[in-house]
């Protein structure tokens, strides 16, 4: 499958990687919007939020118990903020399921 994140997320493409483990990897948005940017994202292909079924209970259990450790790992424990666009019209570029982690 020809998905940027999917190559990042299997190492094929270079990226600057804040955290990994077993199902999940994030790693600093290239173009960041605020001062703290990073993406969180499965290692395993899915489309988007809207693609998401009961099937991906743990997966989004492990993605969401992930964030505040990757907040702590990037020092925004205090304040963060976590987005996900879904949908071309909502403003998601990439169809492969992230969330935007961002200081305010
Ligand atoms: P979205 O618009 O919600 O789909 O978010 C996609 C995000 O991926 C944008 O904030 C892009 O800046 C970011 N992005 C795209 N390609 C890369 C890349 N190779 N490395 C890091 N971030 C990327
Ligand atoms: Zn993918």
Redesign the pocket.
């Known amino acids: 499958m020809n998905c ?1 994140f999917c190559k ?1 997320a299997a190492g094929e493409i270079p ?1 600057d990687k804040v955290y990994e483990d077993d199902r999940l990897v994030a ?1 600093n ?3 960041p919007q605020t001062r703290v940017h990073a ?1 969180v994202v499965p290692k395993e292909h899915i489309a988007g939020a809207a693609a998401l079924t009961e099937d991906h209970a743990e997966i989004m259990g492990r993605l969401w118990t992930a964030i505040p450790k990757i907040a702590a790992l990037l020092g925004v424990s205090e304040a963060f903020k976590v987005s996900v ?1 879904s949908g071309a019209d909502a ?4 169809f492969h399921l ?1 969330f ?1 982690l961002q200081s305010p």
């Open positions: 940027i990042i990226s790693f948005d290239i173009n993406l666009n403003g998601q570029t990439v992230h935007h």
